[in-house]
């Protein structure tokens, strides 16, 4: 019989029961609201509310179901149709009217918004260590390759030469601010709406800063309507996964062409590659590929719930049910992903002669040489201009700029004289790039300093 039959003649037939059931999905809940019982029943002793022997008994209980669960021996029944009545219904059938009384001065509504605010906070706790460990690889692999060079891209067209490092870096930066989004998601669900009842608070002696303490809380949420209505945190930890898998994405990308034959920048360990059914000689990217893909599911997730929310009144709807499944999907597979491109950033080979050869191609040197010439005293523009027409007797001729003699140089602009040379020198462009967050190795070195620090004042919030 559902706990709230009482006004009820009859039941729900079997399809309702099970259309109308959370607990598939909430179940994953249960120690979440655990702990908010057991904190509920702790805090009514304490205020005269409940005998405190019943609260006792209460914590016993609730420990003994919580051990069930965990050893795999609690029976979920889908005539509770929550984690909640499933407990409660446990818990009264195991220590009687003392269970019963549990609910007292609260409701459902602050019950699972309790538990989903708790979930959240632990959920972007995981993502934050695993972004971190995905951070930690890609800056061993920036340290092991240092001083290699490939070529930087624009439009996915040879630009100018950069260094591996300094390309790996500009990752560890974009998860950085991901793992600040996560910190805020986790800062957003950091509120305690238990003792909010099932919107407009209750007539009992609740004391939500004594819950609020013992749960691990910030701060009571002030306002009893917005404590049970109020999915924007869970909304904050979507985005936040949805922007990290969106970067992962652009990174699976590029690893992808990278291990290409075309490029042959890198090469992935056989523990994240797979094999054609037909073609014998594949190694496809597959790992790489799923992550590519999952990021439209956890950007699906996003939209799910805020078309969900857009046109809900105050306060609790039994819309909101349907916040948790996007939610911890788009959790566990943001951190299934952290896992993956971690493992595979650690164990890929760097192919630094494939980098330099592609660095020699498609004119790399171009904005140097025109930077030459602006140093000599000609306008930009005009230096530009002419940069365009050596390259043009390039194309023309089939060679790059580093073949060209001094005359074919100064036939297009005096200005140009023999040490023209160490501005066609890959090695030396990347060095010229000294000024902060540019490429060159002076550069990238105190960028790797400043990363490092980053890291381990990141952890230090773990």
Request: proline residues 3%; negative net charge.
């Amino acid at each position: 019989m559902a706990l709230w039959s009482g006004r009820f003649e009859e039941g729900v037939d079997a399809f309702t029961q099970r259309f109308g059931a959370s607990l598939p999905v909430d179940q994953r809940l249960y120690a979440q609201d655990i702990a908010g019982s057991k904190a509920h029943a702790a805090m009514l002793a304490a205020q005269g509310v409940i005998p405190q022997e019943d609260a006792a008994a209460i914590a016993e209980g609730l420990d003994g179901i919580q051990k069930d669960i965990e050893s795999g021996s609690f029976v979920f029944d889908i005539n509770n149709e929550d984690i909640h009545m499933a407990i409660e219904s446990a818990l009264t059938e195991c220590i009687g009217s003392a269970g019963a009384r549990l609910h007292t001065g609260r409701s459902r509504n602050d019950q699972v918004a309790t538990d989903t605010r708790l979930f959240a906070k632990q959920r972007a706790a995981d993502l934050m260590a695993a972004n971190l460990a995905l951070r930690e690889a890609l800056l061993a692999q920036a340290e092991a390759n240092f001083d290699v060079i490939l070529p930087g891209y624009t439009h996915l067209q040879h630009a100018q030469p950069v260094l591996f490092s300094h390309h790996m870096l500009a990752y560890v930066w974009m998860l950085a601010r991901d793992f600040d989004r996560l910190a805020a998601a986790q800062a957003a669900a950091d509120a305690n709406p238990l003792g909010a009842a099932a919107l407009a608070g209750t007539t009992y002696p609740l004391d939500r800063f004594a819950t609020t303490a013992a749960l691990g809380f910030d701060h009571p949420i002030p306002n009893s309507l917005d404590a049970v209505s109020d999915r924007d945190f869970l909304l904050d930890l979507l985005y936040a996964c949805s922007v990290s898998c969106l970067h992962l994405s652009r990174l699976c990308e590029e690893l992808v062409l990278w291990s290409s034959s075309e490029f042959g920048f890198v090469t992935l360990s056989d523990s994240y590659a797979t094999g054609s059914s037909i073609m014998p000689q594949k190694k496809n990217p597959d790992f790489a590929e799923l992550i590519r893909g999952k990021s439209g599911r956890v950007v699906g997730d996003l939209m799910a719930l805020m078309m969900t929310l857009k046109g809900l009144p105050l306060a609790y709807n039994k819309d909101l049910q349907e916040d948790k499944q996007g939610a911890m999907d788009a959790a566990d597979t943001l951190e299934d992903c952290y896992v993956c491109a971690a493992g595979m950033i650690a164990t890929m080979q760097v192919n630094p002669e494939a980098m330099m050869a592609q660095a020699k191609k498609g004119y790399l040197a171009a904005t140097d040489v025109a930077d030459y010439l602006a140093k000599k005293g000609l306008p930009f523009r005009q230096a530009h201009e002419v940069v365009g027409h050596l390259v043009l007797l390039c194309e023309k001729r089939g060679c790059d700029l580093e073949d060209l003699t001094l005359a074919d140089f100064q036939a297009e602009s005096p200005l140009f004289e023999a040490d023209i040379a160490g501005a066609l020198n890959l090695e030396a462009i990347v060095a010229a790039r000294t000024t902060y967050g540019g490429t060159g190795h002076e550069a990238v070195r105190a960028q790797m300093v400043e990363a490092q620090a980053r890291q381990a004042t990141d952890q230090a919030k773990l």
